[in-house]
C-alpha cells in the first residue's frame, strides 16, 4: 500500500543543530503512537535552504511548509494533519503579503531560484540511493559509459560552459582536456570539498543533502580522462557530510556503481575520502594535493598546473563539490540547455550562502546574472529590522565589497571581478549602516594572516603588517599615511605571492579603501568610526536634559564609573569607561549618547 | 545486493521513479481531494482513501496526486470527494463508499466520464486565488 503523506524533515547541519535530530525522533515516536506507520512516510532530508526558518518540516503532496519547528510540535503535527487532514495554522508559513499563499512553490524566498546544483536537497533522503536514482540518479553516467566517448564528454562539459565554482571559475571542459590529453601510467579525480570561507556553506550542503551527485560526476569525470582513482578531500569539522558521503559511497559500491567493472563495463573507479585538518591555505589546490599525499598543506608555483602534474606527479582533475554537482545535469539535459542559462561568460547557476543582516538567511541557488538588488530584496527579503543596505561581502577573505551602487549589476565572474570583488567560493555577507567597513576588513585579514602557511614573504610578512595598520586605524592611532602604505604592500602582495591566498589577502582593504575611503578619513583624521563599531573611537555621555536619575545605567556599568542620586543628574567617568554600551542599551530616556 | 547490470539499473530507476512521484504534485494532470475531517473518517474516509490508492495502483495511473483536506462542509454527504481532471469539469462527489470510489478511478480518471449518479455538486469558488 502506498502512503498517503510524506514528511520531509530538513537533516542538514543548520536544522540538526537547532534540535532536528529530536524533533526527527518526536515525529517517529508519534507516528508510532497514532498507528500511522502504513500512511504516512518519514524523509530525513537534505537542506531546504531557508535556515533562517529552520527547522523545516514540508508535507507532500499538499506542499504545506512548516517553519520553525520544534519537537514539541511533533504531536500537533501528526495528530491533526496527518490523522485528521487539518493544517497546523501555526506552524505554517507566511508572508507579509495578504495573498499569500502557504504553498511552498509559491514563497517568494524560492520563486526566483532555479535549483540546479540543489535539484535534490530536500527533495531525496540523501541516505537512500534509490532515492536519488528515481530522480535520473546515475543516468548521466549511464549515458557516458554506454553511449558517448570520452571526447564526447569532454566536448559537453565544454561546450556547456561550466567554470570552476571554487571561485578563480577555470572552464572545466578545458581541465577535463588537459588531464584527457596528458599520457600517464596513473590519472587521479579529486574534489575538493574544503570549504573555509567564513559564513560559506554551500558545498557541505551539497555533499548533505545529494552527495550521490559528487560521486556520479567523478566517477564520469574518471571515465572521462582514464582515472581509476578519485580522493575526496573534505575538512574534518564537517562530520555529517563525511557521515553521509562513506553512506553513500558503500551503497554505490553494493550496486557495482563504484568499484571493479561499473555496470557490467571494463571501466573500474573508486573513490576514497582524506580528512583535512581544516587549513584554508588547504583549499588551494597545489597545497590540498601535499596534504593528500601527506605532506605539510603548502602551495607550490604553477606551472605545471595538477592537470598535467598533481597528485604524486600524475595529471590530475581537481574540481570543487558545487562544479561536480553540476555535470550529470549537464550530461542528461545537454550542454545547450545548460549554456542557455546565465550570462555571456557565465553559464548555469551559482549557490550563494546568503548571511548577515538580511531576513532570510539561508542557502540559494539562482542563475548567473542574477542582480544583487533581487539576491537581497526579493529573496532574502531585505535587511533585517528594515535598517539601510551598506554593502555585501562576497568571496570571503579573498573577495570585496559590493556597494549600493552595483545593486543592479548582473552577478557573474566577470562583473563581480570589475568591481573589486570576486565571485569566491559562494559566500555572500551582507552588511548594513551599523557595520563599520574597517572592522569588517580586520576581521577577515585577522582570518588570512591567521590561515597563511607561511612559506613566502609577501604573504607572511605583508599581511601582518596590513593588520596591524589596520588595528591602529580601528583604534584611532591611524596617521595619513597608512591609505598609502596599505595601497603598497597589497600591490606587492598581490604581485609577489605565492599562491591565490596571498594573492588575494588585500581585496577585502583594497576594496574597502576604493568604495570606503571618506570611512577610513573619519576614523584617521577625525577619530571618529561612523557606525560607531571601533570602541576605541566611542564616548559614552549622559545628556542633563534627558536624565531622570533611574539608576538603570550606573546598576548596569561593570566597572561602576557612572556616578550620581537617585533622581538627579548621572555623569560618566570617562578614564574608568570600558565603552562596553551597557548604559546605552539600559536607559530608557535615551538620555546615554554614544559620539 | 548484487551488482546491477545496465538493465537492472534502468528497471530500478523506473521503479523507484514511481515511488518517488506520488510524493510532488508536478506534472500531474488531476488531483482527488478526500475529505477527511472528523466527520468525514467517522464515515469511512479513511478506508475510501484506501480505495482510490489501491485502484489507482491497479490501474496503474501515476500522474494523479490524492490529498486530503479538512471538513469540506458538506457533513450530511460525507465521505465527499473533489475531483479536479484538467480537461474536464470539476466535481465533488458525495457519499462515496469503496465501490464509488473505485468507479471514480476506473471511469473518471481512466475513462474520462464522470459518474454522474453520485456527483454532489461543484466545488465552490476558492476566494483566496480570485481575489
Known amino acids: 500500500m502506498a502512503y498517503k503523506n510524506y514528511i520531509l524533515v530538513c537533516a542538514g547541519t543548520a536544522c540538526e543543530s537547532n534540535k532536528g535530530k529530536a524533533l526527527y525522533e518526536a515525529l517517529q515516536k508519534e507516528i508510532a503512537a497514532a498507528g500511522v506507520e502504513a500512511e504516512a512516510q518519514l524523509v530525513k532530508t537534505g537542506c531546504f535552504g531557508f535556515c533562517e526558518q529552520g527547522p523545516i518540516v514540508k508535507i507532500l503532496p499538499d506542499e504545506s511548509f512548516y517553519v520553525k519547528v520544534g519537537p514539541k510540535d511533533a504531536h500537533e503535527i501528526i495528530a491533526e494533519h496527518i490523522v485528521k487532514g487539518r493544517k497546523v495554522e501555526r506552524l505554517l508559513y507566511k508572508e507579509d503579503k495578504p495573498e499569500s499563499d502557504p504553498r511552498s512553490s509559491d514563497i517568494s524566498f524560492y520563486r526566483k531560484q532555479l535549483r540546479i546544483v540543489l535539484r535534490n536537497c530536500a527533495v531525496i533522503n540523501p541516505e537512500i540511493i534509490d532515492e536519488y536514482i528515481a530522480r535520473d540518479g546515475y543516468a548521466a553516467l549511464e549515458k557516458a559509459l554506454f553511449e558517448m566517448t570520452p571526447d564526447e564528454v569532454v566536448k559537453e562539459v565544454t561546450d556547456s560552459g561550466l567554470r570552476g565554482r571554487g571561485g578563480a571559475g577555470f572552464p572545466t571542459g578545458r581541465k577535463w582536456q588537459f588531464t584527457k590529453n596528458t599520457p600517464a601510467d596513473q590519472k587521479y579525480i579529486v574534489c575538493n570539498a574544503d570549504e573555509g570561507d567564513p559564513g560559506a556553506y554551500m558545498d557541505r550542503s551539497v555533499l548533505e543533502g545529494d552527495p550521490h551527485s559528487v560521486l556520479e560526476a567523478m566517477t564520469i569525470a574518471g571515465y572521462t580522462v582514464g582515472a581509476n582513482c578519485g580522493f575526496i578531500y573534505i575538512r574534518a569539522e564537517y562530520p555529517l557530510a563525511i557521515e553521509r558521503l562513506n553512506t553513500a559511497m558503500a551503497q554505490a559500491r553494493d550496486y557495482g556503481l563504484l568499484g571493479d567493472k561499473i555496470l557490467g563495463t571494463d571501466f573500474s573507479f573508486d573513490i576514497e575520502i582524506r580528512l583535512g585538518a581544516g587549513a584554508f591555505v588547504c583549499g588551494e589546490e597545489t597545497a590540498l594535493l601535499a596534504s593528500i599525499e601527506g605532506n605539510r598543506g603548502m602551495p607550490v608555483p604553477r606551472p605545471p598546473f595538477p592537470a598535467v602534474k598533481g597528485l604524486w606527479g600524475k595529471p590530475t582533475v581537481i574540481n570543487n563539490v558545487e562544479t561536480y554537482a553540476n555535470i550529470p545535469v549537464i550530461l542528461l539535459k545537454g550542454s545547450k540547455w545548460f549554456s542557455s542559462i546565465g550570462t555571456e561568460t557565465s553559464k548555469g547557476t551559482k549557490v550563494f550562502a546568503l548571511t548577515g543582516k538580511i531576513n532570510n538567511s539561508g542557502l540559494i541557488e539562482v542563475p548567473m546574472g542574477t542582480t544583487l538588488r533581487d539576491i537581497i530584496y526579493d529573496i532574502g527579503g531585505g535587511i533585517a529590522g528594515g535598517k539601510e543596505f551598506k554593502a555585501a561581502q562576497t568571496g570571503g577573505p579573498s573577495g570585496g565589497c559590493i556597494t549600493a551602487a552595483f545593486l543592479d549589476t548582473p552577478i557573474d565572474y566577470e562583473s563581480l571581478q570589475s568591481i573589486g570583488s570576486m565571485m569566491g567560493s559562494g559566500g555572500m555577507i551582507v552588511m548594513d549602516e551599523d557595520d563599520c567597513m574597517i572592522d569588517v576588513t580586520k576581521f577577515y585579514l585577522e582570518f588570512t594572516v591567521d590561515e597563511s602557511c607561511g612559506k613566502c614573504a609577501p604573504c607572511r610578512i605583508g599581511g601582518r603588517t596590513c593588520y596591524n595598520i589596520l588595528d591602529r586605524i580601528s583604534k584611532g592611532q591611524g596617521v595619513p599615511e597608512d591609505l598609502q602604505k596599505l595601497k603598497d604592500i597589497g600591490h606587492a602582495m598581490r604581485k609577489a605571492s605565492l599562491c591565490g591566498l596571498g594573492q588575494t589577502a588585500p581585496n577585502p582593504f583594497m576594496s574597502t579603501m576604493k568604495y570606503f575611503e571618506e570611512e577610513y578619513r573619519a576614523h584617521i583624521e577625525d577619530k571618529k568610526c561612523p557606525a560607531g563599531k571601533c570602541k576605541q573611537m566611542l564616548t559614552y555621555t549622559i545628556d542633563p536634559e534627558k536624565c531622570v536619575g533611574c539608576t538603570a545605567c550606573a546598576r548596569r556599568c561593570p566597572v561602576s564609573c557612572i556616578s550620581g542620586e537617585v533622581k538627579k543628574l548621572h555623569v560618566i567617568d570617562q578614564s574608568k569607561c570600558i565603552k562596553c554600551g551597557q548604559c546605552y542599551a539600559a536607559c530608557k530616556f535615551d538620555a546615554v549618547k554614544k559620539v | ?131
Not at chain 2, 488531476?30 to 477527511?36: K, P, Q, S, T
Not at chain 2, 496503474?60 to 460525507?78: H, P, R, Y
Open chain 2, 1 to 131: 545486493m548484487a551488482k546491477l547490470t545496465l538493465d537492472d539499473l534502468r528497471k530500478l530507476r523506473d521503479e523507484k521513479k514511481k515511488t518517488l512521484s506520488r510524493r510532488s504534485a508536478e506534472g500531474k494532470r488531476a488531483e482527488v481531494v478526500i475529505g477527511m475531517g472528523t466527520c468525514g473518517i467517522a464515515a469511512g474516509a479513511k478506508a475510501v482513501f484506501d480505495a482510490f490508492l489501491d485502484e489507482m495502483s491497479k490501474a496503474g495511473i501515476e500522474d494523479v496526486t490524492i490529498k486530503q483536506t479538512g471538513c469540506m462542509g458538506l457533513c450530511f454527504s460525507e465521505p465527499t470527494v473533489e475531483v479536479l481532471c484538467d480537461d474536464m469539469p470539476h466535481v465533488v462527489y458525495g457519499n462515496v463508499d469503496d465501490k464509488t470510489a473505485r468507479r471514480i478511478v476506473r471511469e473518471h480518471l481512466a475513462g474520462k466520464a464522470l459518474v454522474s449518479d453520485h456527483i454532489f455538486d461543484k466545488p465552490s469558488t476558492d476566494i483566496i486565488k480570485h481575489r
